[in-house]
């Protein structure tokens, strides 16, 4: 089991004091989060990626995840995702095949079809054509990461005769992919059709419908003979605000909350609680939650956790990480479970 | 099984004259089908949750409820007050959380209140092409009541005779239908996708 947080990168205004940071300052300030993400013990740091305001996550996620490598020993580096519509499946493979070297191994990465109308238009492409991009590009992709001399030919992209990608995977082995997606079964079939893991980032969701697409990414991987259903490689999404004791945390989140871009000026923060992922409390509370996902996800492999967001300042998220690296201790103590046999570190192709 | 009908009611004062018109209406479609389960839904208490779901993209508790019982009914009464010379906004806002083809084939009967009969088009205007756009099956007659029709002549007359005519034809409807339990959305999806090399395929892979 890995713990890990991810990130989108915005730029938000901190409601409590109307400060906006600055794009160099969050950039920055997201280079110190991971930074931070290795020193309190965590396995993964994923970053999102972005093509608008008011998000300063990269473009190209491996830019900032070299510079990670550079800057870490341990933490395994992947993004939140990786838009598989957008971009250009020969440059995805490309340029992961260079950070996984630069990492030495020490990375996969997510990929997701991305959730703002405009991106697509501005790179060529059509928002309805979004799980046909996802399923055609990441075939290429696929072969690419596998195969030398490639002939290709496909809907969105210009022909490949004898192409072969550079550099070629680390010691021959394709970076692991998991496939983001909360409400699309299609991807939850690419997933389990590839052997590759699925994550479902349930952070706004009510739990029965994640269950229900884990349920069904499980049931096909298992039908497409990767292994068995309880073996597939599931992760969750996950969202924490910590403090000593949950009035207090309940009392410092509730700001962040109650204007964030995504869910601000809804449910009140007792009913987001009540019915998504969302945990704002004590570190009793929030290993609670958490490990309450398991009764519907079952025995999962990631767990990501979105901790610097709403325009939380950065000393608080530094701090946020202090108290996560206890909570996640704990949680490793609940993982008793052997690993299956099946590493995250390389797929089997 | 019995059949349920659901009937969405938008008024909002209390009493309201669209819940009224809601349950004459029921009560003539219970009368002409013979033995049904009628599910009211008012829409004022979930206007929270209306305006919620609007936010995040999901319902929950008594709103979730209210759009599965709607889902899966045999038929939809659906009722509301005339804003601006329209549907009212919170009557909108039912039908547009409410996941994309969960009132496909379903029969639906549609009225509306208004303070004067100068609205009556509304029906044929709003909320036929709202329901023909959900693909439901719009009963030919909708029915629309404005204030005097609750008056001398009005309960006993013709506001009557177009309530028994629309439930009727409801009725009929619902009488012909052979509908086991519907799909979800969720189940809907599913059956939509094929296997994978179908979506490879599909898309052009």
Redesign the interface.
């Known amino acids: 089991m890995e713990y890990g947080i991810f990130t989108v990168g915005d730029v938000t205004p901190d409601p409590t004091n109307g400060r906006t940071p600055s794009e160099h300052e969050r950039i920055k300030a997201t280079v110190e989060i991971a930074v931070k993400a290795e020193e309190i013990g965590l396995d993964v740091f994923a970053t999102g990626e972005h093509h608008n305001p008011p998000f300063a996550a990269p473009a190209n996620p491996p830019v900032l995840l070299a510079h990670l490598a550079a800057k870490t020993e341990q933490i395994k580096l992947s993004t939140s995702t990786t838009l598989i519509t957008t971009n250009d499946p020969v440059r995805i493979a490309e340029d992961y095949a260079y950070l996984q070297h630069l990492a030495d191994g020490r990375m996969d990465l997510m990929l997701g079809r991305g959730n703002t109308g405009p991106v697509y238009p501005w790179f060529g492409k059509d928002i309805r054509d979004g799980?046909?991009l996802a399923?055609?590009n990441y075939?290429l992709l696929h072969r690419l990461w596998r195969e030398e001399n490639v002939d290709w030919e496909?809907?969105f992209r210009t022909p490949l005769q004898g192409f072969t990608s550079t550099p070629r995977p680390l010691d021959g082995t394709p970076p692991f992919v998991w496939h983001g997606s909360i409400?699309?079964?299609?991807i939850a079939?690419?997933a389990?059709?590839y052997g590759d893991g699925f994550f479902s980032n349930h952070i706004?969701?009510?739990a029965e419908?994640t269950a229900?697409m884990v349920a069904?990414y499980r049931a096909r991987f298992e039908h497409?003979g990767h292994g068995r259903a309880e073996d597939a490689v599931v992760g969750l999404g996950g969202q924490v605000y910590l403090a000593k004791n949950s009035q207090d945390a309940i009392r410092e989140f509730r700001p962040y909350f109650d204007v964030a871009p995504v869910?601000?000026?809804?449910?009140s923060l007792e009913?987001?609680l009540?019915?998504t992922p969302l945990s704002v409390g004590s570190p009793e509370q929030v290993i609670e939650k958490t490990l309450g996902f398991r009764e519907y996800a079952g025995s999962y492999r990631r767990q990501l956790f979105l901790v610097d967001h709403s325009g939380l300042p950065l000393d608080t998220v530094l701090r946020q990480l202090d108290m996560l690296g206890e909570v996640v201790a704990e949680l490793r103590k609940h993982d008793a479970a052997p690993e299956p046999e099946r590493a995250l570190e390389g797929s089997a192709s | 099984m019995t059949r349920t009908i659901a009937v969405v009611t938008a008024g909002l004062s209390e009493p309201s004259s669209t819940r009224l018109l809601a349950d004459l209406l029921a009560e003539a479609t219970a009368t002409a089908l013979g033995p049904v389960e009628v599910e009211v839904i008012e829409l004022r208490p979930l206007a929270h949750p209306l305006?919620?779901h609007l936010?995040?993209?999901?319902a929950?508790?008594d709103l979730a409820e209210a759009l599965e019982t709607v889902a899966q009914a045999d038929a939809v009464i659906a009722v509301t007050p005339v804003f601006s010379a329209s549907y009212s906004g919170l009557f909108k806002t039912f039908f547009d959380v409410l996941e994309p083809g969960a009132l496909e084939g379903t029969p639906v009967l549609v009225a509306a209140t208004a303070g004067t009969a100068r609205h009556s088009l509304v029906l044929e205007h709003a909320l036929r092409p709202l329901f023909s756009y959900l693909h439901a099956v719009v009963v030919p007659t909708g029915v629309f009541a404005a204030s005097e029709d609750w008056g001398a002549g009005g309960a006993d007359g013709a506001l009557v005779r177009r309530i028994e005519r629309a439930a009727g034809e409801l009725a009929a409807l619902v009488a012909s239908g052979t509908r086991g339990p519907k799909p979800d959305q969720?189940d809907r999806?599913?059956a939509a996708?094929g296997?994978?090399e179908d979506?490879?395929n599909?898309?052009?892979?």
């Open positions: 799980i046909s399923i055609e075939a496909g809907t409400r699309s079964p299609e079939e690419q389990a059709y706004f969701w009510p419908h229900r069904l497409y869910y601000g000026h809804g449910p009913e987001y009540a019915s | 305006a919620d936010l995040t993209g999901f929950t508790g969720f999806d599913l996708m296997d994978f979506l490879l599909n898309y052009g892979g």
